[in-house]
Each structure stands twice: as C-alpha cells, then as structure tokens.
T-cell receptor
C-alpha cells in the first residue's frame, strides 16, 4: 500500500506557540496533499490542501510547506490556541491501481496536538 | 448548506450479524467514498463510487459491499460481522471527479460484540 509517514505522534505546545507536523511520502504519483483536523467523536474536517506544483500555501494561521524533491510536506499552525487541540492527519491522493479511474486518500497515522493555556 | 450526513450515528451488533450504513453526500456532489477508521489510526479506504459506478475498492474482504443510488446517496453493507469490524465508518463526498477534494461526514460508530 502507498505510504504516508507522519510525525510526531503527539505534540504539546503552549498557547501562542508554533505547532509543526511533518509528513513524508514515497510515491511520486501522489498529486494532492490535504490536511484534516479531527476532534474526538467527529469526522475529519478539511483544513488546508496543496498540489505539488506549489511550495507553500497559507490560510489564516495554517501554512503548508511542500518540498517536492525531498518528498516531504509539513503543517505549521501559528499562534496555536487551546481550541486547536485535536488530531491532525496528513493525506495524499492517489490513483487506485486495478480500478476504474478511482482515487483514494492515503492517510498518515495522525498527530495528537495539545495546546496548553 | 448541509454537509455529508450519515446514519445511524451509533450501532451495536453481535458477531455474525449484518449491518447497513447510509450516507447522503453534499448537495450536488456525485462521488462518494467510504473509509474505515480504527481507534488511534488514520482512515483506511474501502470503496469509491462515482455516477453510481464503483470506481475503486480498497483491501477489504468480500464481506464488505456498497452501492450508490440515482440520488447519489450510498450504502455500505458488511456481512458476517467480526469483532475487528468495530470502527468509525466514514463517508466522504466530492463534487465531480473522484480526484477532487473529499469532504467527510461525522461517521457511524460501529461496535461489534
């Protein structure tokens, strides 16, 4: 199966600090890289996404940095707030082999972020 | 606008039983995907449908099946339930092509005893 490796597994940041979550992938056929935020008991909510022809994308306090040559991408949360405490997943979209042009998201294992007051 | 809706929200079944989970995509969205999320893990892809046709299938046994209806809603069926099927089942929809951004519903929490 296509792999997306995410780190760290857990992260504790003080209010106002910067949270950084990293992901690495192997398959250069991946062409779309979203980040999802998930609160306990809820479904993943799309946070921000990037395509590999762009090196950086910023939306409010959230920034994705993308390094195509290193096959790595990261999420930066500026001015982290207690309300940002959640699990964050990186993902990569890929064309399914042996399929009728289907695409699927391959998710990392998640990072549990805790922002302390 | 309403997001992706799923029913039921919670479900308890016993081993060997059958379960049907339902999903309504965002209005206007034509593609639906199903994922299984085991506690502490990222979602795993099960099926994708677009315009009522299966477009892809993940690495799940034949006990899992799905379909998409003319109104683009979808059902996921699981037969002969096992304890290991206990998970959060997520439905995601995208506007047109399956390649586009996927928006997830709240999920159905299935517990198999």
């Amino acid at each position: 199966q296509q792999q997306v490796k995410q780190s760290p597994q857990s992260l504790i940041v003080q209010k106002g600090g910067i949270s950084i979550i990293n992901c690495a992938y192997e398959n250069t056929a991946f062409d779309y890289f979203p980040w999802y935020q998930q609160f306990p008991g809820k479904g993943p909510a799309l946070l921000i996404a990037i395509r590999p022809d762009v090196s950086e994308k910023k939306e409010g306090r959230f920034t994705i940095s993308f390094n195509k040559s290193a096959k790595q991408f990261s999420l930066h949360i500026m001015d982290s707030q207690p309300g940002d405490s959640a699990t964050y997943f990186c993902a990569a979209n890929y064309l399914l082999s042996n399929s009728n042009s289907g695409y699927a998201l391959n998710f990392g294992k998640g990072t549990s972020l805790l922002v302390t007051p | 606008d309403a997001g992706v809706t799923q029913s039921p929200t919670h479900l308890i079944k016993t081993r060997g039983q059958h379960v049907t989970l339902r999903c309504s995509p965002i209005s206007g969205h034509k593609s639906v995907s199903w994922y299984q999320q085991v506690l502490g893990q990222g979602p795993q892809f099960i099926f994708q449908y677009y315009e009522k046709e299966e477009r892809g299938r993940g690495n799940f046994p034949d006990r899992f099946s799905a379909r998409q209806f003319p109104n683009y809603s979808s059902e996921l069926n699981v037969n002969a339930l096992l304890l290991g099927d206990s998970a959060l089942y997520l439905c995601a929809s995208s506007l047109r092509e399956p390649r586009e951004t996927q928006y997830f519903g709240p999920g159905t929490r299935l517990l198999v005893l």
